[in-house]
């Protein structure tokens, strides 16, 4: 086990449809925080100041240090849905959905507070040590929001949705590392001197719903 890594359990394969369930039996932690809750139908993360995930870009700085909870899995097509509720209310406090490989290779998407006025809903994807950040302000009044996360072998699409059912792409991207075993799951963190509570809902893990092109042929 790497050092950093707590245990909390393990995923189950379930034969046929999704070959996965949703387990808090199987989640570990990146890096645990100092006060959380964990139970069948509910996670709740309090953050700790100064906790972020980024690497290099435009920042010139490497942040590492965002608890992460997650399942491993070698499944190549599946998707995975949460809700997260948060009462973020200072700049930068974030939590979401998280694909932590390691370090310097990972993606995230989520909503970042600004101000009393907008907030970023957005996603980051890093591979090799280096970060991109793709954004759209929303209202700050928005205090819940639904993701999925879906993969087809090492290619990767993140979703948002405000009410569980119409969901609205957000990124699709390539994972350098993200060909074989993969870590997934949720994150919360306060890059700045503050902290609040986030509460993830409604996990589950089903067969892929990201579609396959059906469009231009492969090369």
């Avoid at 993606?107 to 907008?118: D, M, R, T, V």
């Avoid at 954004?135 to 979703?159: G, H, L, N, P, Q």
């Amino acid at each position: 086990m790497e050092s950093g890594y707590y245990i909390i359990k393990p995923i189950r394969k379930v034969r046929g449809g999704s070959r996965m369930k949703f387990d808090i039996n199987k989640l570990k932690w990146t890096r645990k925080p100092a006060d959380y809750t964990v139970s069948n139908d509910k996670i709740e993360i309090t953050t700790n100041p100064h906790t972020d995930l980024w690497q290099r870009t435009y920042y010139h700085f490497r942040n590492d240090n965002a608890p992460v909870l997650q399942m491993e899995t070698d499944e190549k097509f599946f998707s995975f849905t949460v809700k997260t509720e948060f009462e973020s209310k200072y700049r930068f406090d974030q939590c979401g959905i998280v694909m932590y490989l390691d370090s310097e290779n990972w993606l995230k998407g989520s909503i970042e507070y600004e101000n009393e006025k907008f907030q970023h809903l957005g996603s980051v994807v890093t591979n090799n040590g280096y970060s991109d950040w793709a954004t759209t302000e929303i209202d700050a009044s928005v205090k819940s929001m639904w993701y999925r996360f879906s993969r087809r072998e090492d290619d990767y699409c993140i979703e948002c949705s405000e009410n569980g059912v119409t969901f609205r792409q957000m990124r699709v991207c390539h994972m350098r590392n993200g060909s074989g075993t993969i870590w997934f799951g949720i994150y919360a963190c306060s890059p700045e001197e503050s902290s609040f509570k986030a509460t993830f809902t409604n996990m589950e893990i089903t067969e892929c719903k990201w579609p396959a092109h059906n469009g231009q042929q492969p090369d």
